[in-house]
């Protein structure tokens, strides 16, 4: 079952580009989470680098998609031009072209200019992190201009019908088994999965956080890396076991992020 990892750009401190008060980052975090439960319901498996307004670097976002395995990559984005209503259009970019990411973004485009978007076309980014330093085939959608009323008028009426053609663009290149199994067994006996629900720079407030989950049932530890105290939830074999225990933790609105270490810097465990 081929995994892809959805990023809403931008989050947090990080507002993205801003035009008459609306946020790139809520534009981007709504419609990554719309096409990720189109794919779920198409029986795709689906980790997101974020599901609430949280900041995370670039190369974080790159490393959740290598740590998972994951076979693709899609990273959601508006574009925004120096003048107002000046530049419209959608346009996806690759790392490089002639490659399977370029074949993906293909497909992603054409839906999108079928919306009625202005096609912007495929063009490469070897400068942007996401796309550089991830292990898989990544696209990353601008998905019109932010500070164009024209594209925003064709996103806000066409919401879902975007997320749909988004989603069939996916569907189209890429096939539910995964792109690759070549995972040797000395690498399976290596690899845990974890759901980490926050960090801290104080041992105090992440123990509190580790007590909390416990008392709703939820075994949790905390780990340091980095100086940084990282509070993750279960340690299972498998990716879809840490999927599944992600589900269960969002009911309870914990911010949630899959992880895949070793993670032997414990600290305290619970």
Not at 19 to 37: P, S, T
Not at 185 to 208: K, P
Not at 238 to 245: D, P, S, W, Y
């Amino acid at each position: 079952m081929a995994l892809i990892v959805i990023d809403a750009g931008h989050g947090g401190f990080d507002n993205g580009a801003i035009y008459q008060g609306r946020k790139e980052k809520e534009d981007n975090l709504r419609l990554a989470l719309a096409v990720g439960n189109l794919l779920e319901q198409k029986g795709y498996q689906v980790i997101y680098t974020r599901t609430s307004d949280e900041y995370q670097s670039p190369y974080e976002k790159a490393q959740i998609a290598n740590d998972a395995g994951a076979d693709y990559f899609i990273s959601f984005h508006r574009n925004s031009g120096e003048n107002d209503n000046t530049y419209n259009g959608v346009q996806t970019l690759v790392y490089d072209k002639d490659s399977e990411a370029e074949r993906l973004a293909d497909f992603i485009q054409n839906e999108l200019v079928e919306m009625g978007f202005a096609d912007l076309g495929i063009d490469e980014r070897t400068g942007l992190v996401v796309l550089r330093r991830t292990e898989m085939p990544a696209v990353l959608i601008e998905t019109g201009f932010i500070n164009n009323d024209k594209d925003n008028r064709i996103y806000d009426e066409n919401f879902y019908r975007i997320a749909e053609a988004i989603a069939a663009g996916i569907e189209n290149a890429v096939p539910l088994g995964s792109r690759s199994q070549e995972v040797t067994q000395r690498d399976e006996e290596q690899i845990s999965y974890g759901v980490e629900v926050g960090r801290s720079l104080y041992e105090t407030s992440a123990n509190y956080l580790a007590e909390e989950l416990l008392s709703q049932g939820f075994a949790s530890y905390v780990y340091q890396e980095g100086g940084i105290l990282h509070v993750i939830v279960g340690r299972t074999g498998t990716l879809e076991e840490a999927l599944e225990l992600q589900k269960k933790l969002r009911m309870f609105d914990y911010p949630t992020m899959i992880v895949s270490s070793q993670m032997e810097q414990e600290t305290d465990v619970f």
